[in-house]
């Protein structure tokens, strides 16, 4: 087998949290030299080789030093101990934005940043055409990119650095950011990349996205690897671990959160047929979301409802109770609602749900939590083969019996 | 990769970020070039009122060129230290202002803080193209003098470098440190015999030679005193004096470099 592209040995990094806000010479000659500060490690002995020509992605929570880790290969951040090699012209886009400067129009950035990666001038004016019109940015590209939104930002970014052409390609979580379109595209670039033998590095905590896009998965727990293989596996791995620490949000930890408040959302829960509270259901579970409300004086006609998201911020489901008819005269004081789901038709992944109390005509909020609750869907029946919704759906055939 | 082919990404990058300083410095300005000539010329015609008109200063005759424009006296202190002061300034900005390049792209840091000098250094040799022509219409034929002026800047340009490099690190750790460099420069600035002649502070301190030699330490003193000897007097510097500014634009430099080398690796982080 081939030399891999990447090797990370026995890699630590440890960040300095200060504890002085404001770190200043001032300061510093007051107490008498030394800064105080906490050391964190956001790496921890990590290990990986990562083979030419395939795609790798790295997955964990949030703060499980995906990113650090990233960063570190990106010669950007450098380990307090270990080792890691590289082979090739390597390409970097790390969390939002690729270093472009918001003053210079994007033609500008676009120059000063191939420039960064190694590309000369000459190069740059035979590729300009073909970047600008990747990213679809044809009319923009003279406007400076401080009135760019995010999206745009991304795909320049990716589209330049795809374009110098480079032997590794790294890059965390942006994808996200660019609509479906600009998503498939770059879906597209990855499968020539791997057919042209180089390689991708993708860091996502959204799990179900990398079990297609990745050959092999690395997974990071706290700064450490947990597991490191095929994708399916490592990824149904990390599904199914659930999240242990991830519990029903309180209502008061929601997102955000906005209404007049006559009605005021106190929890939102997903509990069992016991009506205990439950975090992980799976694929086809009988389960209740439980909205308990109080409203502060009398309220008539009160709409509850509720919705379902991917983390991706997909719209997924909703539903409220005057499209199901079922609107009372008046609420006053506590009370509990509930919606009975006889089958959790969601295939494996991560949802977050919100819930909203609003007025019979849907003109007025008393209350909206968004993103209120997060819940883990694990491997149930039916078990189907992707995507978010399960459909229950039976094959058969006519004119062979399987 | 081999370091031929680093070096050579590494110019190309250095050409760029050099061209994006000095069009950031000039676009918007509607004058655009000649504002950077306007600046120095602003200072000089307040100075000139006030040291000049206001307070007698007397600047001598050049020697042997036998000019006496107090104005084109002031411009050969004044541009040199105003390099220092831009080049300074702007290297103290250079990190912090470029932080999303650091955090997110691989590349030399030191760049950075050269590219920014580079785009002063432009300016000033604009400036002292501008001073020469004046030096020519006032009757100093200077344009043999260039060379050995062009010689000088090269040493200030070592010694720019090694306190940009120094201080722009440094300002990353604690940001107030570009606080304290203002009010340096300030005192600097009048400690240094840009407005006056060097004459005045040694009559001051005659019975204090300690404390002239002390003075004299400063090595802006003694580049002030230098370019004033090719550009005004049209004579060449004591090699004393060019070799004690050599030796301190060396050191400069290697501090400068040695610091920056230890810091930087850190930079994203800190940043
Ligand atoms: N520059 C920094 N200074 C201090 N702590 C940091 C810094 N960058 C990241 N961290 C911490 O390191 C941990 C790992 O972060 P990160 O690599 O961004 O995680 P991930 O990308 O997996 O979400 C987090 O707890 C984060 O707060
Ligand atoms: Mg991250």
Not at chain 1, 206 to 235: F, H, I, N, P, Y
Request: net charge neutral.
């Amino acid at each position: 087998m081939a030399d891999p592209a990447i090797v990370v040995e026995g890699v630590s990094k440890r960040f300095r949290l200060y504890h002085e806000r404001n770190r200043s010479l001032k300061a510093t000659i007051m107490r008498g030299g030394r800064a105080r500060y906490e050391e964190f490690w956001a790496l921890r002995d990590v290990s990986l080789e990562i083979p030419e020509g395939i795609t790798f992605g790295l997955v964990g929570e949030n703060g499980s030093g995906k990113s650090t880790l990233l960063k570190c290969i990106a010669r950007i951040l450098r380990p307090d101990d270990g080792k890691i090699r590289t082979r090739g012209k390597m390409a970097a886009l790390l969390e939002l934005g690729s270093g472009f400067h918001p003053e210079l129009s994007g033609r500008e950035n676009v120059f000063l940043n191939g420039s960064i990666l190694g590309l000369s001038k000459r190069e740059l004016t035979a590729r300009f055409d073909e970047i600008v019109g990747f990213a679809g940015l044809e009319r923009f590209i003279d406007q400076p990119v401080k009135n760019y939104s995010s999206g745009m930002y991304v795909r320049l970014g990716f589209s330049v650095a795809i374009n110098i052409d480079p032997d590794v390609l790294l890059v965390d979580e942006v994808l996200a950011v660019g609509d479906a379109v600009f998503q498939r595209r770059c879906n597209e670039k990855f499968a020539d990349f791997r057919r042209a033998g180089k390689t991708v590095v993708i860091v996502s905590h959204a799990a179900e996205a990398m079990r297609t896009m990745c050959d092999q998965v690395a997974w990071l727990k706290d700064g450490q690897v947990v597991a490191q293989g095929r994708s399916e596996d490592v990824v149904d791995d990390y599904v199914d671990e659930g999240h242990e620490d991830r519990v029903a949000v309180a209502a008061d930890e929601a997102q955000s959160r906005w209404g007049s408040g006559e009605v005021r959302l106190q929890s939102v829960r997903l509990v069992d047929r016991t009506g205990r509270q439950i975090t992980h259901p799976s694929t086809g579970d009988a389960v209740t979301f439980r909205l308990r409300y109080r409203a502060e004086k009398a309220v008539p006609k009160p709409v509850f409802g509720l919705a379902l998201e991917t983390l991706d911020g997909t719209w997924l489901w909703a539903h409220h109770t005057r499209d199901a008819g079922f609107v009372p005269d008046e609420i006053y004081g506590e009370g509990t609602v509930d919606l009975h789901v006889p089958h959790l038709m969601l295939q494996t992944g991560t949802y977050d749900l919100s819930a909203s109390v609003v007025d019979y005509t849907a003109t007025h909020q008393y209350d909206y939590l968004r993103r209120c609750l997060r819940f883990d869907v694990e491997h149930g029946t039916p078990r189907e083969s992707g995507g978010f919704v399960a459909l229950g759906g039976q094959w058969s055939s006519a004119d062979f019996d399987a | 990769m081999s370091s031929v082919a680093e070096l050579a990404k590494s110019r190309e990058l250095f050409v760029n970020l050099t061209l994006r300083e000095l069009r950031g410095k000039y676009k918007r300005s509607l004058l655009g070039w000649t504002w950077s000539l306007l600046n120095p010329l602003a200072t000089m015609v307040i100075f000139t009122v006030v040291f000049r008109f206001f307070l007698k200063v007397e600047p001598d005759p050049g020697n042997p060129s036998g000019l006496h424009v107090f104005a084109i006296f002031l411009l050969c202190g004044l541009l040199p230290f105003n390099f220092l002061s831009n080049g300074i300034t702007g290297s103290m900005g250079a990190l912090i202002g470029n932080s999303n390049l650091i955090q997110k792209v691989f590349f030399p840091r030191e760049i950075l803080v050269a590219a920014s000098i580079a785009s002063w250094l432009v300016s000033f040799w604009i400036e002292l193209g501008v001073l020469a022509l004046i030096l020519v219409l006032a009757g100093n034929f200077v344009l043999p003098w260039l060379l050995p002026a062009l010689g000088l800047v090269l040493i200030q340009t070592m010694f720019v470098i090694g306190l940009g490099l120094l201080l722009s690190v440094l300002n990353v750790y604690f940001r107030d440190v570009q606080h304290f460099v203002g009010i340096i420069l300030q005192i600097w600035f009048y400690a240094t015999p840009i407005v006056y002649p060097i004459r005045v502070v040694a009559a001051a301190l005659e019975k204090y030679p300690a404390i002239f030699t002390l003075y004299k330490l400063n090595p802006m003193v003694r580049f002030v005193e230098a370019y004033r000897d090719c550009l005004y007097d049209l004579r060449f510097p004591p090699l004393l004096d060019t070799s004690y500014l050599f030796g301190v634009s060396a050191a400069t430099l290697a501090l400068g470099v040695l610091v920056f080398t230890r810091l930087e690796p850190k930079l994203a982080e800190e940043l």
